[in-house]
């Protein structure tokens, strides 16, 4: 007996930090994604293996988890994902994964994602795409102690997603040969959201007027995407960009991506995701590959990144 489940990565084009206090946010499924296979065992244990993260480890019942190679970062996602949705009998699974780890895109969420899909699959359990979003926040919730339900949403429902509140809609938007990520390894989210927490408390009338005025963009985002005013939606990026540096997220290598996209061509980039490292997004219609170049020859990690219309699949 088997399954298979995958999930996609996604990016954020508008709102991160101010979705942690209320407000909205924008985010797209990206066509980088996580699959989780499933096969019962024979053995008295459970084995879990990733050959694209050199990831392998035995998890007992009796001696807990022993991990024979890799890190154990991603791993704790399906590890929670076993203990809240599995029993415990002896399992195969397999992690592949075209998602950069660690980059704020979504990796976990997708791998949870997937995770928790394969297994209602494996136990034929009948599901739906609110309840695997909900129980994959769930997790993400535990892991990490702190996360909006953004990421889990995104990649459960694909394509583009704005998120008020617990309120998700799917929205209209041409993205299509657009986007290009630049990356770095990024710091803890949870250590980006207790930064911007401090900085509110020392300036909460200042910080509140950005969180307004991001929330604002975010919404005006929204309805740009719809009627798919290119120069705006670019403009708007920069401005929220702009924002994202005031409360204290920026870095100087992410500047130094973002003004490298500008001159190549793109429209708009800014930050993507929690900041103090991680990843940006370049948007810029038609011009991705001069962008990609451009990245690369000066040395950083990027990619081009087209939407997923195709949330989890089993
Ligand atoms: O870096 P990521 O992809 O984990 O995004 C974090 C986004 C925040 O708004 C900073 C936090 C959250 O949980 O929404």
């Given at each position: 007996m088997g399954s298979r489940a995958s999930a996609p990565g996604k990016t954020i084009l508008f709102g991160e930090h101010a979705v942690v206090y209320g407000k909205p946010a924008i985010a797209l499924a990206i066509d980088k994604r996580a699959t989780i296979t499933i096969r019962e065992s024979h053995k008295d244990y459970t084995r879990i293996k990733s050959d694209d993260l050199h990831l392998e480890a035995i998890l007992t019942p009796e001696t807990g988890l022993k991990l024979?190679?890799?890190?154990?970062g991603i791993l704790n996602y399906i590890l929670k994902a076993l203990e809240f949705y599995h029993d415990s009998t002896p399992l195969k699974i397999k992690l592949e994964i075209g998602i950069p780890i660690?980059?704020?895109?979504?990796s976990s969420a997708a791998v949870t994602v997937a995770t928790i899909a394969a297994l209602d699959k494996y136990h034929e359990r009948k599901t739906t795409l609110t309840s695997i979003a909900k129980r994959a926040h769930r997790v993400e919730l535990e892991v990490q102690g702190a996360a909006s339900p953004l990421d889990t949403s995104t990649s459960t429902h694909g394509g583009l997603i704005y998120l008020d509140k617990e309120k998700m809609d799917q929205i209209k938007g041409d993205l299509k040969d657009s986007l290009v990520i630049g990356y770095t390894r990024s710091e803890d989210t949870a250590k980006m959201v207790k930064l911007v927490k401090e900085r509110m408390k020392r300036h909460p009338k200042i910080m509140n007027l950005i969180m307004d005025t991001i929330a604002h963009i975010t919404r005006k985002a929204r309805k740009t995407l719809e009627i798919n005013d290119k120069e705006r939606l670019g403009e708007l990026m920069n401005i929220n960009q702009g924002l994202l540096d005031a409360i204290g997220v920026n870095t100087q290598s992410l500047s130094e991506m973002i003004y490298t996209s500008r001159e190549a061509g793109a429209l708009g980039s800014k930050i993507t995701g929690a900041g103090g490292g991680g990843s940006i997004i370049a948007y810029s219609p038609n011009r991705t590959r001069q962008i990609l170049e451009t990245l690369t020859d000066r040395g950083y990690n990027a990619m081009k990144a087209d939407p997923s219309t195709k949330g989890v699949l089993t």
């Open positions: 024979k190679k890799g890190e154990i660690g980059a704020g895109l979504g």
